[in-house]
Each structure stands twice: as C-alpha cells, then as structure tokens.
DNA sequence: ATACCGATTAACT
DNA sequence: GTTAATCGGTATA
C-alpha cells in the first residue's frame, strides 16, 4: 500500500458543498468489506445543497429515515437503493443538521483489482469499472448496510496520497439525471476529470459544450 | 394497504 | 435515441 492519509473530519463539515465535490476529485475512495481491501481514485462527484436543492433527498428539510443520516455530521456515509437495484454512495458533508452530500460517480481502481473484478463480474482493462455511481458501488463492495458509517472508521474513508489533477482539468457540469429538479437541474454542480475513461458519458440533455 | 417513482445501467433499434 | 429491469422509499388513504 502506498502512503496515504486519511482525509479529517475538518475536510467534510466545511459548508461549500461543490468546493468539497471539487476537492474530492483526486482522492482516494477506500473500503475493507469483509476483510477486502479495495480502493479508487475518485475522478467523478455530483454536489447536492440540502434544503435549497431541488435535486436533493432532503430539499425542503424533508426528513425521513432513508434521509437521516444527512442530518448527521459531515464525514458520514448517506448510501441508498436507486431503481431497486443501485447502491449508490455519497459523503455528507457540513456540520450536524445541515443535509448537504457528495455523489461519488466515478472512480479510477487502485488497489485490489482481482476482488473487484470478482465482484463486478468484468475483465481486466474493462473501462466501464468504476464508472457511474451504481458501477463505484459493485466495484468497492457498498451496500446500504453501510450508511451512516463514518468516513473517519476503517470500513471506508476517503484518503489523500501525493497524486493531483490538473486544476484547469477539473470541468463542472449540471448533474446527470435531475430533470424533475427544474432550474436546479441546470446548475454545474457535477465535477468530473475531463476526458478520463472512468467518467460516465452524460445523456445529450444534460451535457455540457464538451466533445 | 396501495400506487407511483427514482441522484441508473445495459442492451436494444 | 429508446426501453426494460427491478424494488425500496415515499406519499396517500
């Protein structure tokens, strides 16, 4: 394992939401399931700003025990069950009661490659690991059993090495598959590497001047 | 108890 | 570009 440092908790209840999702481009998404280790440069994110967001699960100040764990302290794991199939996990971030939370949709594998692999049911050199935010979860193992975890635990954490993007490489974009959101669906909150083959391709509708 | 819908994906045409 | 798969979350009654 290379050197790498577990990110505190000061990084996650800091209140810019989309600076967070930003920074969270380049780090490294790491998980113990069951005794396997397994991790991945993050090169995709989606902000959500809580109450004020249309897009987001707690708009509004909704509260339900799906939602909870976003009222939690930054640093917190928020994973749920999208189209009956889909884990997909997210940092919340910001301090207690404020909902505010990072959609990891992309990440590049690292580390214990033969266990996603396995996991994914995907061959060596198959681009499509890791990317989308249902892809990231089957790869590093996510459940929903695991929300509301600590990022802070040894389950799963979000760590930093020496690596880092090229800041004019780092492009925004609105969110993938927000429509129902109205003119929110229209803000740039996703953050992505541009170019990298671990990015998911955005439908027409919500993509931006790039290619 | 029931009905509708989704922060998706993969496989189509 | 279109669509089926699939089931928990949420609202409504």
Known sequence: M???????????ERPDVTLIARELIGKVLVTRIGGEYTSGRIVETEA?????????????GRRTDRTEVMYGRGGTAYVYLCYGIHH???????EADTPHAVLIRGIEPLEGMEVMLRR???VFGDKSLGRGPGNVSVALGIRTTLTGASLLGND???AEDAFVFAPEDIVASPRIGVDYAGEDALLP???SVRGHAHVSKAPRAARTSDS
């Not at 290379?2 to 996650?12: C, E, G, H, T």
């Not at 959500?48 to 509004?60: E, L, N, P, V």
């Not at 997909?88 to 910001?94: D, I, K, M, P, R």
């Open 48 to 60: 959500y700003a809580g109450q004020i967001d249309r897009a987001s699960h707690a708009f509004g």
């Open 2 to 12: 290379q050197r790498i440092k577990k990110l505190p908790r000061a990084f996650y």
């Open 156 to 158: 799963i954490y979000i």
């Open 189 to 191: 909150y996703r953050f």
């Open 120 to 122: 994914t049911g995907k």
């Open 88 to 94: 997909l996990f997210n940092v919340v971030t910001h």
